[in-house]
T-cell receptor, first 111, second 116 residues
Framework: DQQVKQNSPSLSVQEGRISILNCDYT??????FLWYKKYPAEGPTFLIS?????DKNEDGRFTVFLNKSAKHLSLHIVPSQPGDSAVYFC??????????FGKGTLLTVNP | GAVVSQHPSWVICKSGTSVKIECRSL??????MFWYRQFPKQSLMLMAT?????????EQGVEKDKFLINHASLTLSTLTVTSAHPEDSSFYIC????????????FGPGTRLTVL
């Protein structure tokens, strides 16, 4: 059973609009959550993270929200740009630095 | 950010042969590296934690005798897939922990292994 679930395999938005990527988790015993961006045939690159004691973290166009009661995480990208088109993975991390990833969501931003 | 390289980027081999994949941290020292495997449209699955100067620790269900890991220096970890079979065909990705950058993990570009 997957501990980290990204139920939407793909998402398509128009340039300039908001992209909302969602992630659900089952295990609350993790210290932090992360979002990674991945292009084909490349490794993931770190985007933004949030500590389990916070409910929001913002970095430029990227904002991550954490709803602990719902065990839900979301990434907001606004405004979306064509260069944001990639696969986005959410992941959980703990004190041992091991990461548990979701299956990813393919974001396509149309010009 | 820090740079992690992997070599080779892709490899095709015959069933029964062994394949070695290298993971290097180019501009920082990494006492801890991780090896992941990703099947098509699946998540990255952690296979093992590679620790410099000591034995790797493997996740449940990963055969340590099949996936040999050696972390001989602070900048290099190798993963050897021994007696590879078609079901080992996958995308293998390593990451390196940069303790000088708040323990952020930096990922390599991955290695595509195809076993015929």
């Amino acid at each position: 059973d997957q501990q980290v679930k990204q139920n939407s395999p793909s998402l398509s938005v128009q340039e300039g609009r908001i992209s909302i990527l969602n992630c659900d988790y089952t295990n609350s015993m993790f210290d932090y959550f992360l979002w990674y961006k991945k292009y084909p045939a490349e490794g993931p690159t770190f985007l933004i993270s949030i500590s389990s004691i916070k409910d929001k973290n913002e970095d430029g166009r990227f904002t991550v929200f954490l709803n602990k009661s719902a065990k839900h995480l979301s990434l907001h990208i606004v405004p979306s740009q064509p260069g944001d088109s990639a696969v986005y993975f959410c992941a959980q991390g703990g004190s041992n630095y091991k990461l548990t990833f979701g299956k990813g969501t393919l974001l396509t931003v149309n010009p | 950010g820090a740079v992690v390289s992997q070599h080779p980027s892709w490899v095709i081999c015959k069933s029964g042969t062994s394949v070695k994949i290298e993971c290097r941290s180019l501009d920082f020292q990494a006492t801890t590296m991780f090896w992941y495997r990703q099947f098509p449209k699946q998540s990255l699955m952690l296979m093992a934690t590679s620790n410099e100067g000591s034995k790797a620790t493997y996740e449940q269900g990963v055969e340590k005798d099949k996936f040999l890991i050696n972390h001989a220096s602070l900048t290099l970890s190798t993963l050897t897939v021994t007696s590879a079979h078609p079901e080992d065909s996958s995308f293998y990705i390593c990451s390196a922990l940069d303790r000088g950058r708040y323990n952020e993990q930096f990922f390599g570009p991955g290695t595509r292994l195809t076993v015929l």
